[in-house]
């Protein structure tokens, strides 16, 4: 049996303080991975999804979208994601679902996809993270490397 391939894509604008946490968190689960010969593990990251990356994630069997979030009280959240014709584009940008749903529509497949809300504090225009934002994105990739190891065949 052989570990799922699996993409973690964190998006948002480390510009913008705490916007970017799924950037920052992608970033340590690049390095983590590297560093535990995890090769079935990659990252990608990005200031916003886009109609092009649902080629990027039909590569895939598991799939984890993490963004800076407003729509969680805890300091992350894991959900289900499942496709969504419905298209909502900001400034080009598009919804995790909507990418889902083309990945499907295209290729005929999609993966087993989750978005992690990670909860913001601030979203001013300055770089790096807040005192919150370093405390989410800890507790958030302590959490994220247990979900990873559940999902592989070590």
């Given at each position: 049996?052989?570990?799922?391939?699996?993409?973690?894509?964190?998006?948002?604008?480390?510009?913008?303080?705490?916007?970017?946490?799924?950037?920052?968190?992608?970033?340590?689960?690049?390095?983590?991975?590297?560093?535990?010969?995890?090769?079935?593990?990659?990252?990608?990251?990005?200031y916003q999804l886009n109609i092009e990356d649902a080629a990027e994630i039909h590569d895939f069997d598991i799939?984890?979208?993490?963004?800076?979030?407003?729509?969680?009280?805890?300091?992350?959240?894991?959900?289900?994601?499942?496709?969504?014709p419905k298209v909502e584009f900001t400034m080009h940008a598009v919804d995790p679902a909507f990418v889902l749903y083309l990945c499907d529509t295209v290729y005929g497949e999609i993966p087993?996809?989750?978005?992690?809300?990670?909860?913001?504090?601030?979203?001013?225009?300055?770089?790096?993270?807040?005192t919150k934002g370093q405390q989410v994105l800890q507790e958030a990739f302590a959490w994220i490397r247990s979900f990873l190891l559940s999902k592989s065949v070590l």
């Open positions: 049996m052989s570990n799922p391939r699996i993409l973690i894509y964190g998006y948002g604008n480390p510009g913008r303080q705490d916007d970017g946490l799924g950037v920052f968190l992608a970033e340590e689960v690049e390095k983590w991975a590297r560093e535990n010969h995890l090769d079935h593990i990659r990252t990608e990251t990005n799939v984890v979208f993490a963004d800076a979030s407003l729509a969680t009280e805890e300091s992350y959240r894991l959900e289900r994601l499942q496709p969504s087993e996809a989750y978005v992690l809300h990670l909860k913001g504090a601030s979203y001013e225009m300055s770089e790096g993270l807040t």
